[in-house]
C-alpha cells in the first residue's frame, strides 16, 4: 500500500445548525453544508468534481446534489456504507480519489434528519431488515443500537469490574466542552454527577446521559491535494492517515460471536494501520474525537488504539481531568456526539479540524496532531490530521 501521508488536506468545513426539528429536507441541508463548505474553502460550485456521501442517505442522493447545486461534472462519486463506523471512510475515498488524480476537489457530505424523521421504534417498510442475521436479534427486543452496544458495554464491565457511574466523566467532559460551543445542542444546559446518576436508564447499563443526540443536521468537508491546499483560503488540515478496517466475524453493531466482545478488534487492526502511515503513535496526538454514541465507546477506543492497557480506559478517564481541556488528552472539543449533536460522527471531522485550525471553542494549545475515529462495532475507520 502506497503511502499517502501528508499529500492531501481538507480546505473546506461547512455544517447547518444543529437542532430537533430543522424544518426542510435532507436534500436542502446537504446543500446548505456544501455551499457553506465551498465558501469556507474560498472555491466555486463548479470546482467540485467529487462527492463522497453515505449509503444511508435517505433524501441527498448524489445526483440530486449535483443538479442542485448546478455543478457540471463529477469525475468521482463513491458512497461509504455501516452508519457512523464510514464517517472517517468519506473522507479515505475522498484522499484515494484526489491522490490518484481522479478528482480534484471532492466534497463529503452527510445529512440526517434523525430527531424529526423516521426513528427506531417507527414501522417503516425500509426499516425491516432484510438480513439473515438480524432475524436473530430482532425478536429477542435487540431492535436499537442503545441495545447493542449495551450488550458491549455489559460485558466490559463485568469483565474489568468497573461500578455504577464510572462512566459518568466522560459525559460531563463532554458537556463542559459542549457548554464553550455556540453551536452545540447542549450549549446552555450543564450537567452534574447528580444529574447523570439519576437520568432513567435508556437499555441497562446505558443511561439517558451515556447516549448520543437525536439530531437533525447536515455538515460537509473538501479535500484536495496538499499542493493546492496552500493556496486557498484556510491553513489545511493535512491527512497524515486515513484508514479504514473490518475485523474477522465481524457484523454490523452486533458482533456478538467474536472470543472476546469487550474489545473491538476492527479498531485495534485500522488503528495499527493508521499510526504507521501516519508515521506517529498514540503518544504524539495532542486532541482526539472520539465516536462517542455511547459513553463505554470512548474507554474501549483508548484501550484499541493503545492509548491505555486492557481494561485501563476507565480509569484514565475517570475524575475528567485527563481528558478535558489541559489535560494529558483532551477529548471531544466540541462536544462530540453526546452533546454537541450526532451527524454520524462527521461532525467530529470538522472539529478535527477546527483544531488544526487554531479555531475550536475549546483549542488546545498548539494542537498539531488530531485523531479522529468512527463508529466501533461496525467496519469502521479513522483520521490523524496534522498542521505544518
Not at 495499527?272 to 508515521?279: E, I, P, S, T, Y
Not at 485550525?357 to 488530531?370: F, I, K, P
Amino acid at each position: 500500500m502506497e503511502n499517502v501521508s501528508d499529500k492531501t488536506a481538507i480546505v473546506g468545513i461547512g455544517a447547518t445548525e444543529f437542532s430537533r426539528n430543522c424544518g426542510r429536507s435532507e436534500l436542502h441541508m446537504a446543500l446548505e453544508a456544501i455551499l457553506d463548505a465551498v465558501e469556507d474553502a474560498g472555491l466555486k460550485v463548479e470546482d467540485i468534481d467529487g462527492m463522497v456521501n453515505y449509503t444511508l442517505d435517505t433524501a441527498a442522493e448524489q445526483v440530486e446534489i449535483v443538479r442542485a447545486l448546478r455543478i457540471p461534472n463529477l469525475s468521482f462519486f463513491s458512497k461509504t456504507p455501516y452508519g457512523g463506523g464510514g464517517s472517517c471512510g468519506t473522507v479515505a475515498h475522498a484522499v484515494a480519489a484526489v491522490s490518484a488524480g481522479l478528482a480534484n476537489y471532492v466534497v463529503c457530505v452527510r445529512s440526517i434528519r434523525d430527531a424529526s424523521g423516521i426513528k427506531f421504534g417507527d414501522f417503516e417498510s425500509s426499516r425491516v431488515s432484510t438480513d439473515v442475521y438480524m432475524g436473530m436479534y430482532h425478536p429477542y427486543g435487540l431492535l436499537t443500537p442503545v441495545s447493542w452496544d449495551g450488550m458491549f458495554a455489559q460485558r466490559y464491565i463485568h469483565k474489568y469490574g468497573i461500578k455504577d457511574g464510572q462512566f459518568g466523566s466522560i459525559a460531563l467532559v463532554n458537556r463542559e466542552h459542549a457548554n464553550r460551543n455556540p453551536h452545540a445542542m447542549f450549549y446552555d444546559r450543564t450537567l452534574t454527577m447528580e444529574e447523570y446518576l439519576d437520568s432513567p436508564m435508556n437499555v441497562a447499563p446505558l443511561r439517558r446521559h451515556d447516549c448520543c443526540l437525536s439530531t437533525d443536521g447536515a455538515v460537509a468537508v473538501i479535500v484536495t491535494t496538499a499542493e493546492r491546499a496552500k493556496h486557498l483560503k484556510q491553513r489545511p488540515a493535512y491527512i497524515s492517515g486515513a484508514i479504514q478496517g473490518t475485523s474477522t466475524n465481524g457484523e454490523v453493531m452486533t458482533s456478538f460471536y467474536r472470543p472476546d466482545i469487550a474489545e473491538f478488534p476492527e479498531i485495534a487492526q485500522y488503528g495499527k494501520d493508521l499510526f504507521k502511515m501516519a508515521g506517529v503513535t498514540p503518544k504524539d496526538i495532542d486532541v482526539a474525537q472520539f465516536y462517542d454514541a455511547f459513553s463505554p465507546l470512548v474507554p474501549m477506543q483508548l484501550e484499541a488504539l493503545g492509548f491505555v492497557g486492557a481494561g485501563e480506559g476507565v480509569g484514565f478517564c475517570e475524575g475528567g481531568d485527563r481528558i478535558r481541556l489541559g489535560g494529558e488528552l483532551p477529548i471531544n472539543t466540541a462536544g462530540g456526539l453526546m452533546s454537541e449533536g450526532y451527524l454520524h460522527g462527521m461532525n467530529l471531522i470538522t472539529e478535527g479540524v477546527r483544531q488544526i485550525r487554531g479555531t475550536s471553542t475549546t483549542q488546545v494549545e498548539d494542537a498539531e496532531l488530531t485523531l479522529v475515529t468512527s463508529g466501533p462495532g461496525v467496519p469502521s475507520s479513522g483520521l490523524i490530521l496534522k498542521r505544518r
